[in-house]
């Protein structure tokens, strides 16, 4: 049966998957890394226990997270390989230094210290602590660097020759690592990853005020913490994510023109396409509403500037229209209401409302997961975007793939597609149980109770009540 | 062109250093999970699960050094090999996953326990017979075509590979019994002894049967072993590895070391590893392609070069800082009520 499908889209499918499923889990650990480091700073400048009970709250999912993140990244390291070997022998040179750069300054160092952030707090001092989660956010940031500027040469591949064996030698490392593409990309996704976590700690406390827990220091600290970080930063992504669509126009320009739908070239000035259905087959926008001359304004600041369109590439050069079309919709839409989220909140704030009204409660509880689908959408559209070429302009996917036929593809799909949903669906499941538990005062940091959650710790966790964990909705009951 | 011959025996030995980290730091974890099967208290369980808690994850950062290494080093070997072992090399990630989550998920529920704990059994076994699998595929040889691999999806499959493959679960087994017998006492400590030795003679038994077969998949092989100056080299491995045999016995049973067992286990490992060295070099698939023809550039081996000198040091200190904090015996009286 299997061996009827493409083996090529097989190992796209799974590739996407397994690398999607990975990157939720960055995703949401980096913005979290870093709100715990805050969390711990200003625990220790201003001594307010409100910032340590929400430090030991999060700690504990940070540790399921991270966990997560780790055993689906082992697998990456090797999907390359599995799924894509020619372009893992064309393209090692380049790319594999800096991914074991990535190995090298930022997994060990986040293995190194994730210990003493979990468990050492009283061991090792409150300066040494501080340090350890900086190192671990630290950390998280640099694996995030590199992996970027490995997937930014894919988009705007430099710094290279093509060798008689066809292999890419890398002439220039500089410009290996610091891309065209590379700065936009790192601060739209960096930036993106901030605002996932803003979004879950904000439905996290959203939740908990609309159970009627007010009265919480530690409630009312995240959700406003959360809210400044959507008021602030959503709208400083929206510009991001215009300067780096400006950076694909220029370098992947018919990119642009799957996201827009663009079919046609417009030489005075083009639409921006709310909706409309596209297909690739006759090369058109079906049931199009868009608005006159709005994406010529956008993209090139001119209501009448021309644009190309898809009729000046190619057929077999086009990227899938539909799929790029919608997913960046998806992304745009929910980076436009993260931004009414954050307005909403300014206007509760300023009334005095932040923390009663509901209605901005329940809007921030809907949104809470928006960050996790706009990160992938927004993953997708670039990714998508740059079929048919793995490396762009150079290496075509349907050339990158390994020699395998669609029936070992397919098993291991499924193999994946079921462990996945298993495993990493009891995961989620117990975040979403600690979640569901109030931060309360003197709430318990992670203990050697709660079992191995950790990973090469430097020290041994501090005894505590076990009971206290296995049945956390006995011990930490309403105030 | 010296220099980039330094580099590419460099890059070998790197990377043969981070697999046989890996292969002696997760062995005695996938090894524990093993052995699992044969506490059935929760009070031992807890013990053993505890004994390798806090290091276990740090150990599996060497397996994506191992493949990130290869990849980065030797990507044309990189290309070939892993859809050449796509089936065991999957399984593995598979396993480890479930393997790697069952951890974390045995203490966060009660009703599903046992399942965690059998998930965290079948995960450690499966991920340690198809290493096991992936290694034997690698010595019986690689089909290559040009650059690419060229064999069919289930060719990682022979009797040879499966021998292999149930000679590193014995393999592993050791090693968790070994480091069982050193981090406990008691009870426990008493069936692990039992266990390492079962596990001890299978081990020794299995690489017999590997090493008596080895030389005879592949002529080259033969000639490393049997033949002038080869055997110079590689007649001592299997008598040192008879000699560390018999000491680990008599360490395990007459004398009864706690610790010396598993240092005893490790250095077997590294001799297997040798001996596997003694076959393979300079080939890293054997007899297609070496390690020049997979090497990346000397623009990229001298780029990683750099750092590598400098980091795995590091790492390997606050590694064994970690170890260092963690030494002792596991007290069964932590971690649970």
């Excluded at chain 1, 640099?142 to 992996?147: E, F, G, H, K, L």
């Excluded at chain 1, 959503?234 to 642009?256: F, S």
């Excluded at chain 1, 921030?364 to 927004?378: E, F, K």
């Excluded at chain 2, 929760?42 to 808690?53: G, K, P, T």
């Amino acid at each position: 049966m299997l061996s009827s499908f493409d083996p090529v889209i097989l190992a796209r499918i799974q590739f996407a998957f397994t690398v999607s499923f990975h990157f939720l889990f960055p995703a949401f650990s980096i913005g979290l890394a870093s709100f715990l480091a805050v969390l711990n700073g200003l625990y220790l400048k201003t001594k307010n226990e409100a910032y340590l009970r929400l430090f030991q709250f999060w700690v504990k999912i940070f540790a399921i997270g991270f966990a997560m993140g780790v055993v689906s990244g082992i697998t990456m390291s090797y999907q390359f390989g599995t799924n894509w070997s020619v372009f893992s022998d064309v393209a090692g040179p380049v790319i594999g230094p800096l991914m074991a750069y990535e190995v090298l300054t930022a997994f060990f160092l986040e293995a190194g210290f994730l210990g003493i952030m979990l468990f050492g707090r009283d061991r090792v001092g409150p300066t040494l602590h501080m340090v350890a989660v900086l190192a671990v956010a630290v950390g998280t940031a640099i694996s995030a660097t590199w992996i970027l500027s490995v997937n930014s040469w894919m988009h705007t591949p430099q710094g290279f020759e093509v060798a008689e064996n066809g292999q890419y030698i890398p002439t220039d490392w500089l410009e290996v690592i610091f891309t065209p593409s590379f700065p936009y990309r790192l601060a739209h996704t960096l930036t993106a990853a901030y605002l996932t976590t803003a979004f879950i700690v904000g439905g996290v406390g959203a939740w908990h005020l609309l159970k009627g827990r007010r009265d919480n220091p530690g409630v009312r600290t995240m959700f406003s913490m959360a809210m400044w970080m959507a008021a602030l930063v959503a709208p400083l992504q929206i510009v991001l994510g215009d300067m780096h669509g400006l950076n694909t126009l220029e370098y992947q320009p018919q990119k642009v023109m799957a996201m827009e739908g663009h079919y046609e070239s417009h030489p005075d000035g083009a639409p921006l396409y709310l909706f409309g259905i596209p297909d690739d087959e006759n090369q058109e926008l079906d049931y199009a509403i868009g608005i006159p001359k709005l994406s010529s304004l956008i993209l090139k600041h001119h209501l009448d500037a021309p644009l190309a369109g898809l009729d000046t590439i190619p057929d077999d050069e086009q990227p899938p229209v539909s799929i790029v079309f919608w997913s960046f919709r998806i992304m745009v839409g929910l980076g436009f209401l993260m931004l009414g989220v954050g307005m909403f909140s300014l206007w509760a704030r300023f009334r005095g409302s932040l923390f009663t009204n509901k209605w901005l409660h329940r809007f921030a509880l809907a949104m809470a997961p928006s960050g996790l689908v706009a990160v992938i959408a927004g993953w997708v559209t670039t990714e998508v975007g740059r079929q048919p070429y793995t490396v762009y302009n150079m290496l075509r996917t349907t050339d990158s793939v390994s020699p395998l036929g669609a029936p070992a593809v397919g098993t291991s799909l499924m193999f994946f597609i079921l462990v996945y949903f298993i495993v990493f669906g009891a995961g989620t499941f117990y975040i979403l149980r600690l979640m569901a538990h109030a931060p309360e005062a003197g709430e318990p940091g992670l203990t050697k109770a709660d079992g191995p959650v950790r990973t090469a710790g430097i020290t041994p966790g501090v005894e505590e009540d076990p009971e206290r964990f296995l049945h956390p909705e006995e011990t930490t009951e309403e105030r | 062109m010296d220099i980039s011959f330094d580099l590419t025996v460099a890059w070998a030995v790197l990377l043969v250093l981070s697999v046989f980290i890996y292969v002696v730091l997760d062995g005695f974890d996938l090894g524990v999970g093993i052995l699992f099967s044969a506490f059935h208290e929760r009070r031992e369980r807890d013990v053993l699960m505890n004994s390798v808690a806090p290091v276990w994850d740090g150990n599996e950062t060497w397996l994506i050094l191992g493949g990130g290494g290869l990849f980065a080093a030797f990507p044309l070997a990189y290309a070939i090999i892993m859809p050449a072992l796509y089936a065991p090399i999957i399984a593995m990630l598979l396993a480890l996953i479930f393997r790697g989550v069952a951890f974390e998920a045995r203490w966060r529920t009660e009703r599903a326990k046992k399942w965690w704990d059998r998930g965290f059994i079948a995960g450690s076994v499966v991920a340690a017979f198809a290493q096991g699998v992936a290694l034997g595929a690698l010595l019986q040889g690689i089909e290559v075509e040009g650059r690419a691999y060229a064999g069919g999806w289930y060719d990682w499959l022979s009797w040879f590979s499966v021998i292999t493959g149930l000679a590193l679960v014995a393999g592993y087994g050791l090693l968790g019994a070994t480091w069982l017998v050193m981090k406990t006492d008691g009870d426990i400590q008493e069936k692990a002894r039992s266990l390492a030795w079962g596990f001890g003679i299978a081990t020794v038994g299995f690489i017999v049967v590997v090493s008596a077969f080895t030389p005879f998949l592949e002529a080259s092989y033969a000639q490393r072993w049997f033949e002038m100056p080869g055997i110079l080299l590689a007649a001592p491995v299997p008598l040192a590895i008879a000699a560390m045999a018999v000491l680990m016995f008599r360490s395990l049973a007459i004398h009864k070391h706690e610790y010396r067992p598993f240092v005893l286990a490790l250095l077997l490992f590294a001799l297997c590893f040798a001996g596997l060295g003694i076959s393979m070099y300079p080939f890293i698939i054997p007899t297609e392609v070496t390690i020049w023809d997979a090497a990346t550039p000397w623009i990229s081996q001298i780029f990683m070069f750099v750092g590598a000198v400098i980091l795995i040091p590091i790492i390997l200190a606050y590694t064994g800082y970690a170890y260092w904090v963690f030494r002792g015996k596991i007290d069964p009286e932590k971690g649970y009520h």
